[in-house]
């Protein structure tokens, strides 16, 4: 399995670009990189999921590098709903899913 | 389309009680199922993953014991509750047999064991 490490916190303010980086230096062929979100007293919620390269959607973007050995999640124009714990995972189907201590993302107006 | 419910969402148990925490999956069929549990304040701890019937993977040891009687249905038990398992507990599932696919999690339930 993949063990994952991310920056324990990070504070940012309104309206700035957020880049969580995630380093997994052990990442297997198979893994998939893949960000949850999670707020408190709630589950972990997807964000965004990726091979390689970079995957956008409506909420953030998704930096890999060709070595797999990392990614960086990108939030633009944060909001101060946007303060929530962020996990990055690297896995694959029918393994188990380990979470790790998250980043707590602080956003300030 | 696929439905995760979980309950009950808090209880108080006191030390050295059972406990049984259901969780089911409805709009799926042979789903990779997972429970999880957080303390106050850390990160998410995963304690069993079920990848069919009959199949848990345990991965911390402890006093909690899982079981999937059926497809779609995981129960989280104990014999006897410690203060220590005191905490948010989320059931999780995943399609199986899929590489690119994320995990959809029920609404917890908050433990208080007294």
């Known amino acids: 399995l993949a063990k994952t490490t991310q920056p324990i916190s990070m504070d940012s303010y309104e309206g700035q670009e957020v880049n969580i980086t995630c380093s997994h230096n052990n990442i297997a062929t198979n893994d998939y990189i893949t960000w949850y979100q999670q707020f408190p007293s709630q589950g972990p919620r997807f964000i965004i999921q990726?091979?390689?390269t970079k995957v956008t959607n409506e909420v953030a973007s998704l930096f890999i590098p060709a070595d797999r050995k990392s990614s960086t999640l990108s939030l633009p124009r944060v909001s101060l709903s946007d303060t929530a714990v962020y996990y990055c995972l690297a896995n694959q189907a029918g393994t188990a899913l380990i979470f790790g201590k998250g980043t707590t993302l602080s956003v300030s107006s | 389309s696929q439905t995760i419910h979980q309950w009950p969402a808090t209880l108080v148990q006191p030390v050295g009680s059972p406990l049984s925490l259901e969780c089911t999956v409805e709009g799926t069929s042979n789903p990779n199922l997972y429970w999880y549990r957080q303390a106050a304040g850390r990160g998410l701890q995963l304690l069993f993953y079920s990848v069919g019937i009959g199949q848990i993977s345990s991965e911390v040891p402890q006093n909690l014991s899982a079981s999937r009687p059926q497809d779609r249905q995981f129960i989280l038990s104990s014999k006897k509750l410690l203060l220590s398992d005191s905490g948010f507990y989320l059931c999780?599932?995943?399609?199986?047999?899929?590489?690119?696919?994320?995990?959809?999690f029920g609404q917890g339930t908050r433990l208080t064991v007294v």
């Open positions: 990726g091979y390689k």
């Open positions: 999780a599932w995943m399609p199986g047999g899929r590489v690119n696919t994320e995990a959809f």
